[in-house]
Structures are given as C-alpha cells and as structure tokens.
C-alpha cells in the first residue's frame, strides 16, 4: 500500500472522528437544552400549582380580645383589661407572617339619658330615642398606622398554625383607649399569612364585635 493511500485512508478516518464528535457534543448540547427547558417548565408548572393550591385553599380565621382576670366572666370586654389579641386558624393550616390591627370601636354603656348629658346633646333637641341609637354606634374608629404590628409571644414569626390552633399577640400598655362610660365592641385586623415561610405572603381580613356592635345588626 502506497504512501498515498495510507494517507487517503488516515485523512478519512480523522473525518470520520471528527463527524462522530460533531454529532455527539452536538447531542450533548441538545440534550442539555431540552433538560434546561424541562427544568424552566418543571419549575413554572410548581409555581402555577402553588398559586392554584393557595386560590382554592380554604383558609379562615378568628380573632379575640384578650382579657385579663381583672375582668367578670360574661362582661362586654373591658379597654383597660385587654392584653393582646388571640388570633385562631379555623380552617387549613398555614403560616402565620404577622398580623395587623385596622381599627376598633366601642359603644358606650351609659343610659340615654346619661349619654346625652355626657357628649353635650342636651337643649340642641335631641330626645333619649335618639340618644339611644347613637349609643349603638361604633364611634370613633380609631386607625393604627400600617406599620403597626403586634408581635407574637411564645412563637417566632412566621409561625404555622394547624387547624384550630391558635397564637396570641401581645402589647405593652393599653391596647385599646376608649372613654370612661364606654365598652369595647368591635376590632378588625388583617392576617398576612402563605402555604410556607418564605413566600410573599397573602392578605385575609378579621373582624370580632358584641352583639350590640352595629356590624351585628
């Protein structure tokens, strides 16, 4: 066999090579970009999911006014007595981020009578009838700031609450100032609460109130 030749059959053989190395890095390639993909596609279709999961997840909660022992078994709440907030999950379980209080209101316990004379509506023609619709009123509706948020006791935010679980949040000082004659009768909060510890958190609107709160009627 002829110099020639056996160069011929090495220059083929180094083609050949050549092309199986092109076919499979460009395998490789392909395959690492179809795996990319899936991963891409994996990790939107979990995301989809989890916001599917959370839209379709009943979640319930129950708020409470904290008394302290201060206080008559059966007595509307008293502003002074109140010690925190009791917020209880009532339904799935979820992870609790914090919990914000929006307002509150109280009604006062005096008669009509009393009440008029009290606020000043005596001699401007307002009769006791009158008088005694607005004691129902929750007025004023005093507003925290957003930025106003309790902070759990015994627990480290975010805390996961299981069905029927609960987790109080608590305050120095007095919570809820409301005027002599008057009794506590309606809070509103907002729960920010997720499906886990890390995500952003959704928002769920609270409210408690008495009986002689005008949400009751």
Same mark, same amino acid.
């Given at each position: 066999?002829?110099?020639?030749?056996?160069?011929?059959?090495?220059?083929?053989?180094?083609?050949?090579?050549?092309?199986?190395?092109?076919?499979?890095?460009?395998?490789?390639?392909?395959?690492?970009?179809?795996?990319?993909?899936?991963?891409?596609?994996? /990790?939107?279709?979990? /995301?989809?999911?989890?916001?599917?999961?959370?839209?379709?997840?009943?979640?319930?909660?129950?708020?409470?006014?904290?008394?302290?022992?201060?206080?008559?078994?059966?007595?509307?709440?008293?502003?002074?007595?109140?010690?925190?907030?009791?917020?209880?999950?009532?339904?799935?379980?979820?992870?609790?981020?914090?919990?914000?209080?929006?307002?509150?209101?109280?009604?006062?316990?005096?008669?009509?009578?009393?009440?008029?004379?009290?606020?000043?509506?005596?001699?401007?023609?307002?009769?006791?009838?009158?008088?005694?619709?607005?004691?129902?009123?929750?007025?004023?509706?005093?507003?925290?700031?957003?930025?106003?948020?309790?902070? /759990?006791?015994?627990?480290?935010?975010?805390?996961?609450?299981?069905?029927?679980?609960?987790?109080?949040?608590?305050?120095?000082?007095?919570?809820?100032?409301?005027?002599?004659?008057?009794?506590?009768?309606?809070?509103? /909060?907002?729960?920010?609460?997720?499906?886990?510890?890390?995500?952003?958190?959704?928002?769920?609107?609270?409210?408690?109130?008495?009986?002689?709160?005008?949400?009751?009627?």
């Amino acid at each position: 066999m002829s110099q020639a030749t056996v160069a011929i059959i090495a220059n083929l053989a180094l083609v050949g090579v050549t092309a199986i190395y092109v076919y499979v890095t460009f395998g490789m390639g392909r395959s690492a970009r179809d795996s990319a993909r899936a991963s891409v596609a994996a /990790a939107q279709f979990a /995301a989809r999911s989890a916001q599917v999961a959370l839209a379709t997840l009943e979640v319930n909660f129950t708020i409470q006014p904290r008394r302290s022992d201060e206080d008559q078994q059966g007595e509307a709440p008293s502003s002074r007595n109140l010690t925190g907030v009791l917020l209880t999950s009532t339904a799935s379980n979820v992870y609790v981020h914090r919990m914000r209080i929006d307002s509150y209101g109280y009604v006062s316990s005096l008669d009509p009578e009393t009440w008029a004379r009290q606020y000043g509506l005596q001699g401007q023609g307002v009769t006791g009838q009158e008088a005694n619709i607005a004691v129902a009123q929750d007025l004023p509706i005093v507003r925290y700031d957003h930025t106003h948020t309790f902070r /759990a006791t015994g627990a480290t935010l975010p805390v996961l609450l299981h069905r029927s679980e609960a987790v109080e949040f608590m305050e120095e000082g007095d919570l809820f100032p409301t005027p002599d004659g008057s009794r506590f009768s309606i809070l509103a /909060a907002t729960v920010f609460y997720g499906l886990d510890p890390d995500s952003a958190p959704r928002e769920r609107f609270v409210i408690w109130h008495t009986s002689d709160s005008l949400v009751a009627e």
